[in-house]
């Protein structure tokens, strides 16, 4: 059975973007960091199909978004 946590995540990256993007004065989100893979941290081969982004808000504070199928 296929999964879609590039799919989910590229569109989370997407919407969140384009809030950012079109509109800065009203959007609580300062940042959209790319998406991250599930990679070996030594050696990079491919562990999972997890994604992950960094999102910063207005005050600093950062969030991480996880899709991970289940």
Not at 54 to 62: R, S
């Amino acid at each position: 059975m296929l999964a879609y946590c590039d799919y989910i995540a590229d569109r989370i990256f997407r919407a969140l973007s384009l809030d950012v993007r079109e509109n800065k004065i009203y959007t609580k989100i300062a940042t959209v960091g790319s998406v991250k893979m599930d990679l070996h941290p030594v050696e990079g081969y491919f562990m999972s199909t997890k994604k992950t982004l960094e999102v910063i808000d207005n005050n600093g504070k950062k969030y991480k978004v996880t899709v991970e199928e289940i």
